[in-house]
């Protein structure tokens, strides 16, 4: 063994951590961040299926107001829809829905949800009567907390049917606003895209983000709908996609800048807090190849900061720690960096390696709290 290096077997735990990371930046982030672009809205494509865009909403009467003026100018050649679910609201989105199904009577529909039945999942529930009410073979899904990033959203994610494709994927990102929480938010968006968009775009789809999806009413039927996990609060798209993976069902990626949605993030560390509970919860329900390749990946950025902890203790470790530390961090950060470009989800570089440290501490807390409180609410 060469005298320089250190003779604790924690050191090859963290190269062995670091090796890993490299592996997954190199083989799917980095080449995701690169991949050629996406043919643009003006070139000619197949833009004359009709296409149904389904928002479910609970309580979003101001969000509401926002979103539908913007979903009724998308520019799409070929004929669409908006189906808006009202789940339960108890604000005046059923009257607003109304007044514009009676202005736009062949673009609005409402659907109107006045219970749920017991031990259903709400939203799933919501989405399943708005699925079944759509009158076209494609169906558009986002939030309404979103708002699409241009008037070409429609068009192009649509189009990743045609390559071909029974589900497309998109990317949803969130407002840049002041803030330590809004960065941690973005990195934390950026990331996870990074790993489901990547990951389908390498042939080995696992999740979608029902703020950007899409998926045919074929599939939906090839899945049985939401039947897998109907009493499962969460998992109306992750869920979802796995079960239509298991069913064959092919998938596609659209994740250029104007086919992207953009969302109001959280404003307090309680509020985003309680949405990644509800996000996370649904992993224990994945495919174990997708459990095995996304718990490699987190486990080994965890093991790596607590192996590099216990690493600085010993001051015989500092200089090959120090230089183990500056090449994952460069890679890593300039990977992150290009990712964040490309995805227009556009962070400081200074603060990735932060943000990095702070996003699996924050994750291992998650899943500590997930293991001793499995307790989750839909709005």
């Not at 930046?25 to 995701?32: G, I, K, V």
């Not at 006045?114 to 939030?143: M, N, S, V």
């Not at 969460?234 to 993976?245: F, I, T």
């Not at 309680?270 to 174990?288: D, E, F, V």
Request: hydrophobic fraction near 45%; proline fraction near 6%.
């Amino acid at each position: 063994m060469l005298p320089y290096l250190p003779k604790s077997p924690v050191f090859w735990l963290l190269l062995a951590s670091v090796l890993v990371q490299l592996f997954y930046a190199a083989y799917y982030f980095w080449p995701f961040a690169r991949r050629p672009a996406e043919a643009p809205a003006d070139a000619p494509g197949p833009d004359s299926e009709p296409v149904s865009i389904v928002v479910c909403a609970r309580n979003e009467l101001d969000n509401l107001r926002r979103l539908l003026p913007l979903l009724l100018q998308q520019d799409y050649p070929g004929t669409f829809e908006v189906v808006l679910i009202d789940d339960r609201s108890r604000d005046e989105t059923q009257l607003y829905a109304q007044q514009l199904t009676q202005y736009y009577p062949e673009k609005v529909r409402l659907v109107t949800v006045d219970r749920t039945p017991e031990g259903f999942a709400p939203k799933k529930y919501a989405l399943t009567l708005g699925i079944k009410a759509a009158r076209h073979a494609r169906l558009l899904f986002t939030d309404a907390d979103c708002i699409p990033a241009t008037n070409q959203w429609l068009r192009l994610m649509q189009r990743g049917f045609a390559r071909p494709a029974e589900v497309v994927l998109g990317f949803s990102a969130y407002a840049e606003e002041p803030g330590f929480l809004n960065k941690l938010i973005r990195f934390e968006t950026l990331l996870t895209a990074a790993q489901y968009l990547s990951f389908a775009w390498r042939g080995r789809p696992y999740m979608g983000v029902g703020r950007n999806l899409a998926y045919t009413r074929s599939c939906f039927q090839a899945t049985k709908g939401f039947a897998s996990h109907i009493r499962q609060l969460s998992g109306d798209d992750d869920l979802l996609v796995q079960d239509a993976v298991k069913a064959g069902q092919r998938v596609a990626v659209v994740a250029d800048a104007s086919a992207h949605t953009l969302s109001e993030p959280a404003a307090t560390w309680g509020a985003w807090w309680r949405q990644k509970r509800r996000h996370l919860s649904a992993g224990r329900s994945y495919r174990l190849p997708d459990r095995l390749r996304l718990g490699i990946f987190i486990m080994a950025n965890v093991l790596y900061y607590f192996t590099s902890f216990y690493l600085a203790l010993f001051p015989e470790n500092w200089v090959p720690l120090v230089i183990v530390w500056a090449v994952r961090t460069l890679f890593v950060s300039a990977v992150y960096a290009r990712l964040s470009r490309r995805l227009q989800q556009t962070l400081p570089v200074g603060w990735l390696p932060l943000l990095d440290v702070i996003y699996f501490i924050q994750y291992l807390a998650l899943g500590i709290s997930l293991f001793l409180n499995r307790t989750l609410r839909w709005k």
